[in-house]
Each structure stands twice: as C-alpha cells, then as structure tokens.
C-alpha cells in the first residue's frame, strides 16, 4: 500500500469512528423514547412520513450507521480486502439516509444533515481512492 493510501485508510478509519460514536448514543435515545423528545424531537416531524415514531429510524441509525461504520472502521484499520467496498457502501448509506430524512421530514434542514452528508461523501471517496477495482473483483465487472 502506497504512503499516500496509507494516510487515506487511516482517515477513512477514523472519519468511520466518528460516524459510529455519534450515531449510537442518539440510536439509543431514540429506541428508549420512540417519541424522540430525548433529543429534542417532534412526533410532529414524522407527520406524512412512513414512521409513526423514531423507533424504526433508531433502530436503522444503530445498526448501520452506529455498528457498520464501527465494523467498517475495523475492516479499515485491519486493511481487510472488504474496507474499501464497505466505506462506499457505508458512505453512499449514510448519504442516502441524509436525502430520505429531508424528503421525508422535509425542511428546514439542520447543519448536522449537511455535515453527515458530505461525510458519506467523503467515505465513499475514501474507499474509492484507497481500492477502486473493489467493485469490480466482488461482480467480476470489468472496466475494460
């Protein structure tokens, strides 16, 4: 592995740390009180939205962006075969997850939607730059 990946694994490993730290903590709040108002949450957000509380939504923020990024963080800092394939799934996850939240809760829209959707950008890139024939090895697609 070249100096230049090594530095973006390392980034990449601790850009996933972060993700999975900030988002256990506010999975749990939101699994212990559905009704979100442990963080200051509205029921009335979820008006029109496929959610009657923030069970379902608490349960997917812990397990994918709470657990998988800490996974992904592991498979990055063991330099796994997989890392670059699960930060750009994690990352186009967790971008993903940022565009069903505005559509769903609509606006306004909160600096942390922002942030976490450039840091999924960001992941996905990272995991792209540090293997981008990831993809290609697990389909058997070539770029040819």
């Not at 850009?15 to 939101?30: K, N, S």
Request: with cysteine; glycine share 12%; proline share 6%.
């Amino acid at each position: 592995m070249s100096e230049i990946k090594k530095w973006l694994n390392i980034v990449l490993c601790v850009l996933q740390v972060f993700i999975g730290i900030g988002a256990i903590p506010a999975a749990v709040v939101l699994i212990s009180d559905p009704s979100g108002a442990g963080l200051g949450m509205s029921m009335d957000m979820l008006v029109g939205s496929p959610f009657p509380n923030f069970l379902i939504p608490g349960i997917f923020l812990l397990m994918v962006n709470g657990v998988g990024s800490l996974i992904g963080a592991f498979l990055s800092f063991r330099r796994h075969e997989y890392a670059s394939l699960a930060a750009m799934g994690l990352g186009l996850f967790l971008i993903m997850w940022i565009i069903i939240q505005v559509i769903s809760l609509g606006p306004p829209v909160h600096w942390l939607q922002w942030m976490y959707f450039v840091l999924g950008g960001v992941e996905l890139v990272l995991g792209w730059q540090i293997d981008p024939r990831a993809i290609s090895r697990l389909t058997g697609w070539s770029s040819r």
